[in-house]
């Protein structure tokens, strides 16, 4: 686990891991720029106070602009997971064989690509789950806000193992095409894939670093695979 966290620090430095690095966070940047735009579009004009009051008090721009970025920072925190592994997935064959090429040039030669149909069957799986997940955990989020810590911990916790099975499985696909042997493989790394998932949910938490923790992750589950990969594929 320390091994493949190491090795996966020093593939950020190859430069066409840097470039999908770019690509991808501009692609999600874009993303929820468009949700601020339109919710800034949807909520000019809306008058919250007659949904609760005999009032009205309909939103300006003004009004409608901050709520936009109110709205689209608390998105940002709680969504952010979910549409960085749906990114993602549509870079993960080219992260996972820029780094076989370095490091496992062998395994490259025989692997089979995920594609864009798979990888985006994949990636739309991995960001409903990590919604649903954070959504069944919300409740729970909000209830240990007192503890200070706790919130922080249960995010770790619930992400670690959404990220942990999803990058997992894209990186087994390439080179276990019977999907017993995945599920074996999936079951065999549990532990060793939760602590990858919670060490990349870990950057989520932290400025800016958290915008290399879905790359650094695909990398990790890469050399995760290689390094405990069952006998069906060596």
Same mark, same amino acid.
């Given at each position: 686990?320390?091994?493949?966290?190491?090795?996966?620090? &020093?593939?950020?430095?190859?430069?066409?891991?840097?470039?999908?690095?770019?690509?991808?966070?501009?692609?999600?940047?874009?993303?929820?720029?468009?949700?601020?735009?339109?919710?800034?579009?949807?909520?000019?004009?809306?008058?919250?106070?007659?949904?609760?009051?005999?009032?009205?008090?309909?939103?300006?721009?003004?009004?409608?602009?901050?709520?936009?970025?109110? @709205?689209?920072?608390?998105?940002?925190?709680?969504?952010?997971?979910?549409?960085?592994?749906?990114?993602?997935?549509?870079?993960?064959?080219?992260?996972?064989?820029?780094?076989?090429?370095?490091?496992?040039?062998?395994?490259?030669?025989?692997?089979?690509?995920?594609?864009?149909?798979?990888?985006?069957?994949? &990636?739309?799986?991995?960001?409903?789950?990590?919604?649903?997940?954070? @959504?069944?955990?919300?409740?729970?989020?909000?209830?240990?806000?007192?503890?200070?810590?706790?919130?922080?911990?249960?995010?770790?916790?619930?992400?670690?193992?959404?990220?942990?099975?999803?990058?997992?499985?894209?990186?087994?696909?390439?080179? @276990?095409?019977?999907?017993?042997?995945?599920?074996?493989?999936?079951?065999?790394?549990?532990?060793?894939?939760?602590?990858?998932?919670?060490?990349?949910?870990?950057?989520?938490?932290?400025?800016?670093?958290?915008?290399?923790?879905?790359?650094?992750?695909?990398?990790?589950?890469?050399?995760?695979?290689?390094?405990?990969?069952?006998?069906?594929?060596?």
């Amino acid at each position: 686990m320390i091994a493949a966290l190491s090795l996966a620090i &020093g593939d950020l430095a190859d430069g066409r891991i840097l470039r999908i690095f770019g690509r991808s966070r501009i692609l999600t940047l874009l993303i929820f720029a468009g949700l601020g735009a339109t919710l800034g579009f949807v909520l000019r004009g809306f008058d919250p106070c007659a949904m609760a009051l005999d009032a009205s008090c309909p939103l300006g721009g003004a009004a409608s602009g901050i709520g936009a970025v109110l @709205l689209t920072a608390l998105a940002l925190w709680f969504l952010f997971p979910a549409v960085a592994i749906g990114v993602i997935s549509a870079y993960m064959d080219r992260i996972v064989a820029a780094v076989e090429a370095r490091h496992y040039p062998a395994m490259l030669a025989s692997a089979r690509p995920l594609g864009w149909r798979r990888g985006a069957m994949l &990636g739309l799986r991995s960001s409903l789950r990590v919604l649903i997940y954070n @959504l069944v955990a919300l409740p729970f989020y909000l209830l240990l806000l007192v503890t200070g810590v706790g919130t922080a911990l249960l995010f770790v916790a619930v992400n670690g193992a959404a990220f942990g099975r999803d990058l997992g499985e894209m990186a087994a696909w390439r080179h @276990l095409a019977d999907p017993v042997a995945r599920q074996a493989w999936l079951a065999r790394t549990r532990i060793n894939r939760f602590l990858m998932g919670a060490s990349v949910t870990a950057l989520f938490l932290v400025p800016f670093v958290n915008l290399l923790a879905p790359v650094l992750g695909a990398a990790m589950a890469t050399h995760l695979f290689h390094r405990r990969k069952p006998a069906a594929a060596l």
